[in-house]
T-cell receptor
């Protein structure tokens, strides 16, 4: 158990819908990262937050957005869902940007 | 942009034998970190080993060791005395050490390791 929690574990929804994935970092970790793992794209970085501020952006679609709240938990919002958005979404956290990243168990999103 | 390539989609090894997984990367940076992550069927991402580019000595963690060749941009993982629990997907990953580069991990496509009893 890495100490990073993600909810829900599984999510099944329909095309066109909007979902929110939640991540609670390890106690004391200020930086949160979101990654997407899909069959087509492999594992790719989406976005990073540090202490509430966006720090880096990867291949994140405009339909996706994220934020980190004052209590340091983070949410990833996915809207206008398409079949291709079906993937495993990981959250990782680290105590500071250049420190080790610890991964949560992931949220499996299925878009039907 | 950095890229990471794992040229072996699948590998198999006999229990108790040794196996080496390959990884190459492309970067123009001189300071960076390299990692091997294990993803078992549970899908959890588990850090196996890390290597700082400025260190010439190869990292080791128990049965896991790396062969880091900076000039060749090669970073292979050797698993000794393979165990059934080593069966998993293994991902090679790169992370810049530059402050302004973000701290994201760039992953290779993965190698599925099967361990035969």
């Amino acid at each position: 158990d890495s100490g990073v929690t993600q909810t829900p574990k599984h999510l099944i929804t329909a095309t066109g819908q909007r979902v929110t994935l939640r991540c609670s970092p390890r106690s004391g970790d200020l930086s949160v990262y979101w990654y997407q793992q899909s069959l087509d794209q492999g594992l790719q970085f989406l976005i990073q937050y540090y202490n509430g501020e966006e720090r880096a952006k990867g291949n994140i679609l405009e339909r996706f957005s994220a934020q980190q709240f004052p209590d340091l938990h983070s949410e990833l919002n996915l809207s206008s869902l398409e079949l291709g958005d079906s993937a495993l979404y990981f959250c990782a956290s680290s105590v500071r940007p250049r420190a080790e990243q610890f991964f949560g168990p992931g949220t499996r999103l299925t878009v039907l | 942009a950095q890229t990471v390539t794992q040229s072996q989609p699948e590998m198999s090894v006999q229990e108790a034998e040794t196996v080496t997984l390959s990884c190459t990367y492309d970067t123009s940076e001189s300071d960076y970190y390299l990692f091997w992550y294990k993803q078992p069927p549970s899908r959890q991402m588990i850090l196996v080993i890390r290597q700082e580019a400025y260190k010439q000595q190869n990292a080791t963690e128990n049965r896991f060791s790396v062969n880091f060749q900076k000039a060749a941009k090669s970073f292979s993982l050797k698993i000794s005395d393979s165990q059934l629990g080593d069966a998993a997907m293994y991902f090679c990953a790169y992370r810049s050490a530059q402050d302004n580069a973000g701290n994201m991990l760039t992953f290779g496509g993965g190698t599925r390791l099967m361990v035969k009893p």
